[in-house]
């Protein structure tokens, strides 16, 4: 426990440096806190043709345009949406981890999803939440938010609102803001399946406060953080609101739900952490077969249930939008289950329970950028190619790497969050049955089939896969030294051999 602590407050002291290098601008106004997704490139907009060479006189009174009001139905379904994200992580993730693992490392395990979700969730209310969705530069944000201050407007008696991506569309940003805590949560959470049974829990610990400061929330800023739609009144002034916004969404890369943030950032820590780490012992020479598949299917299907809260949730309205997040959820998962069980088939000549788990994940996490940001065809498609790339990544790919991923979190997560990232550049073509992006904020106009380029938005989105592989893995191996240094990655051969149930935690999860 003293460990624990010094590990923790070690991590703590160095958030002060790291949290330095955002600028603390003013508070920004309530409508201007980002919505999460950056569905959208801010283009500017044309100027007028010509201007009056005086402003007509305002009225001797004017009317103050009322402050936008939250609506109850959008309000309801975002907090609907937490508690499904909230559902994928514990037990959802937890159980699916947990039944690929050996037996005596099971409760390890669901300890370092639940206490990791819990830890990173504080964290977010603290500073995370400032750090990425407050203005600052393109990198961080800012302390306005630093502990949840201002979420309460004092000058109207009311909760602050959150933008929406519609003008005059407001959430509570407290609602917001929870939303965004489930997503760094589970962020963190993935990461340990990379390294299971045979990592410190302090050290998973002491490397998520490191790597959820000086990654997560640093991504989560560059991907996702902008003015908000309300802000763009006027031509003159986009291009000072786009210079505000985070690097990547100022770049025009699309992420509805999290392919970069979540998937691909979780991806890398975990591929750098196993390579840190070391291989469990007797890796390759032992069997290390999952003890319980019927935990990881149920565990595989509370994903999928609460994949929904994850993606369609990220509309933050209850509309159209969030419906076709809804649609491509439900059909490129299926698709994927299926193509998972085909490549079983073709290379195996049999289709495994582990497979169709595995394909589900896959499709899952391959659809999340694309979402709300494809048409159903292209989200089948997706869904269909993650299923043979996520078999490739577990095989193929796994043996190149060379590194003992224990629950194949690149091999999943990294490969089909790439291949979902820039497919999404392809499938949001109108031409190809997409929405788009909304072209021009000021006027809301959306981008056409007629101007709409393929090369163009692949490449955006390349370069936001490559700026999250590179980011996260910079900081992961930084963190994981830092605590290899300090109090040690890796439990004794000893402690591994008998498990990390008794060792690390007391306690077995099945009587002998």
Same mark, same amino acid.
């Given at each position: 426990?003293?460990?624990?602590l /010094?590990?923790?407050t070690?991590? *703590?002291?160095?958030?002060?440096?790291?949290?330095?290098?955002?600028?603390?601008? /003013?508070?920004?106004?309530?409508?201007?806190?980002?919505?999460?997704?950056a569905?959208?490139?801010?283009?500017p907009?044309?100027?007028?043709?010509?201007?009056?060479?005086?402003?007509?006189?305002?009225? =001797?009174?004017?009317?103050?345009?009322?402050?936008?009001?939250?609506n109850?139905g959008?309000?309801?379904?975002?907090?609907v949406?937490?508690?499904?994200?909230? &559902?994928?992580?514990?037990?959802?993730?937890?159980?699916?981890?947990?039944?690929?693992?050996?037996?005596? +490392?099971?409760?390890s395990?669901?300890?370092? %999803?639940?206490? @990791?979700?819990?830890?990173?969730?504080?964290?977010w209310?603290?500073?995370?939440?400032?750090?990425?969705?407050?203005?600052?530069?393109?990198?961080?944000?800012?302390?306005d938010?630093?502990?949840?201050?201002?979420?309460?407007?004092?000058?109207a008696?009311?909760?602050? +609102?959150?933008?929406?991506?519609?003008k005059?569309?407001?959430?509570?940003?407290?609602?917001?803001?929870?939303?965004?805590?489930?997503f760094a949560?589970? $962020?963190?959470?993935?990461?340990?399946?990379a390294? =299971?049974?045979r990592?410190?829990?302090?050290a998973?610990?002491?490397?998520?406060? *490191?790597?959820?400061?000086f990654?997560?929330?640093?991504?989560?800023?560059?991907v996702?953080?902008?003015?908000?739609?309300d802000?763009?009144t006027?031509?003159?002034l986009v291009?000072?609101?786009?210079?505000?916004?985070g690097?990547?969404?100022?770049?025009?890369? *699309?992420?509805?739900a999290g392919? @970069?943030?979540v998937?691909i950032n979780?991806?890398?820590?975990? &591929?750098?952490g196993?390579?840190?780490?070391?291989?469990?012992?007797?890796?390759? #020479?032992?069997?290390?077969?999952?003890?319980?598949?019927?935990? !990881?299917m149920?565990?595989?299907?509370?994903?999928?249930?609460g994949?929904?809260?994850?993606?369609?949730?990220?509309?933050?309205?209850?509309?159209?939008f969030?419906a076709? =997040?809804?649609?491509? @959820?439900?059909?490129? !998962?299926? /698709?994927?289950? &299926?193509?998972?069980?085909?490549?079983?088939?073709?290379?195996?000549?049999? /289709?495994?329970m582990?497979?169709?788990?595995?394909?589900?994940v =896959?499709?899952?996490?391959?659809?999340?950028?694309?979402?709300?940001n494809?048409?159903?065809?292209?989200a089948?498609?997706i869904?269909?190619?993650?299923?043979?790339?996520?078999?490739?990544?577990v095989?193929?790919?796994?043996?190149?790497?060379?590194?003992?991923?224990?629950?194949?979190?690149?091999?999943?997560?990294?490969v089909?969050?790439?291949?979902?990232?820039?497919? !999404?550049? %392809?499938?949001?073509?109108?031409?190809?049955?997409?929405?788009?992006?909304?072209?021009?904020?000021?006027?809301a106009?959306?981008?056409?089939?007629?101007?709409?380029?393929?090369?163009?938005?692949?490449?955006?989105q @390349? #370069?936001?896969?490559?700026?999250?592989?590179?980011?996260s893995?910079?900081v992961?191996?930084?963190?994981?030294?830092?605590?290899?240094?300090?109090?040690?990655?890796?439990v004794?051969?000893?402690?591994?051999?008998?498990?990390?149930?008794? $060792?690390?935690?007391g306690? $077995?999860?099945?009587?002998?």
């Open positions: 426990m003293k460990k624990l /010094a590990s923790l070690l991590g *703590l002291s160095l958030l002060i440096g790291g949290v330095a290098m955002a600028q603390t601008p /003013a508070a920004p106004a309530a409508s201007e806190v980002a919505p999460v997704a569905m959208a490139e801010a283009k907009a044309e100027a007028p043709a010509s201007a009056p060479a005086v402003a007509p006189a305002a009225p =001797a009174v004017a009317a103050a345009a009322p402050a936008p009001v939250p109850k959008d309000t309801a379904w975002m907090m949406s937490t508690l499904l994200v909230i &559902l994928m992580t514990v037990p959802g993730l937890a159980l699916f981890y947990g039944g690929l693992v050996r037996s005596k +490392n099971m409760l395990v669901l300890m370092q %999803v639940m206490v @990791t979700f819990s830890l990173i969730v504080v964290l209310f603290i500073y995370g939440y400032s750090l990425a969705f407050t203005e600052g530069n393109a990198f961080f944000g800012g302390f938010r630093l502990f949840m201050a201002g979420v309460w407007d004092n000058a008696g009311t909760f602050a +609102n959150g933008a929406t991506f519609s005059g569309v407001v959430i509570p940003e407290i609602v917001f803001a929870a939303f965004q805590a489930t949560g589970i $962020t963190g959470a993935l990461i340990v399946g390294f =299971a049974e990592m410190k829990f302090s998973v610990l002491m490397f998520m406060v *490191l790597w959820f400061t990654s997560y929330a640093p991504i989560a800023h560059m996702w953080f902008w003015m908000g739609p802000a763009y006027a031509a003159d291009d000072g609101l786009n210079a505000k916004a690097y990547l969404w100022q770049s025009g890369a *699309l992420d509805f392919g @970069t943030v998937h979780a991806a890398v820590a975990g &591929l750098v196993a390579y840190m780490v070391g291989k469990r012992i007797g890796y390759g #020479k032992e069997s290390m077969a999952p003890h319980n598949l019927t935990l !990881t149920v565990g595989a299907s509370l994903l999928w249930v994949w929904f809260g994850f993606n369609a949730g990220s509309a933050l309205e209850a509309n159209g969030a076709l =997040a809804f649609i491509n @959820t439900f059909g490129a !998962t299926a /698709a994927a289950v &299926l193509a998972w069980c085909i490549g079983e088939s073709l290379m195996r000549g049999k /289709a495994s582990l497979g169709a788990a595995s394909g589900c =896959a499709g899952l996490v391959a659809i999340t950028p694309a979402a709300g494809v048409g159903i065809g292209g089948l498609i869904g269909f190619l993650s299923g043979f790339a996520g078999l490739w990544g095989n193929g790919l796994k043996k190149l790497l060379g590194a003992d991923d224990s629950l194949d979190v690149f091999g999943v997560h990294g089909c969050g790439i291949l979902g990232a820039i497919l !999404t550049g %392809v499938f949001n073509s109108p031409a190809l049955g997409g929405p788009g992006y909304v072209a021009d904020w000021v006027t106009s959306m981008v056409t089939a007629d101007n709409f380029s393929i090369a163009s938005q692949v490449w955006i @390349t #370069k936001a896969v490559l700026t999250t592989v590179i980011w893995g910079v992961s191996f930084v963190a994981f030294k830092i605590v290899d240094l300090t109090i040690g990655l890796r004794s051969e000893e402690h591994e051999r008998e498990g990390l149930d008794v $060792t690390s935690h306690e $077995t999860a099945y009587s002998r």
